[in-house]
């Protein structure tokens, strides 16, 4: 006798699947640093009512992306303190996230990342590399084994997000990151955690010099970061 099934599948809410737009636009570029976030002009471009706009903005601006100013929402512009303390949360968790990801790792997710890491490789313009970039440590992020280390840095993914594509306008820094990608599937492959921890401490140093050189930063130098 075939059981039927009464489960209730719920679709997103509206104000999420606006929320998502908005986060991949804001992801994309579309919107820059010191834009007004507009309701009325917001609707408008989405084709819904105002209402879960309104509701998504309010959850973009509980995530940091974006600023509450006079009753109005803005795009922030991240400052180098900003930028450094994202760097420090980056620094102290990422390298134990992928060291624990290269003790655990299966055939099939090492397939993904190397899949991953040949987009990577094949990307030709800056926003083939930033796309690229985002996917792969998308990848990652979602095979970290502690659920709440997991949680706790994808908290703060999308302001890395960000910082990834102003950095990657530089082709010496596409470069950097891509070799840094490279090193870390080979560190996956060898399913070395200790090598994948160096390997995403010195990821996200490089990551920081580039940032600091793109916005004019008072640690900038003459000398080529490494990967």
Sequence with gaps: MTQTDFSIRRQPSLSAQVYDRLRGMMQSNVFQPGDRMVEEDLARRLSVSRTPVREALFRLAHAGLVEQ????????????????????????????????????????????YQVGRDRMIAAESQDAAAAANIAFRALWLSRIPNRRLQETIARFDDQVVLVRRATLVDPKARAAAMAGVCDLVAAFAARDPEAARKVMGDFIDTALCWFERAVGGPEETDEQPQA
């Design 69 to 112: 100013q006079d009753g109005r929402f803005v795009v922030p512009t991240l400052t180098l303190r900003d930028i450094h303390e994202i760097f420090q949360i980056r620094r102290l968790l990422e390298p134990q996230a992928v060291a624990d990801i290269a003790a655990t790792l299966s055939e099939a997710d090492l397939s993904d």
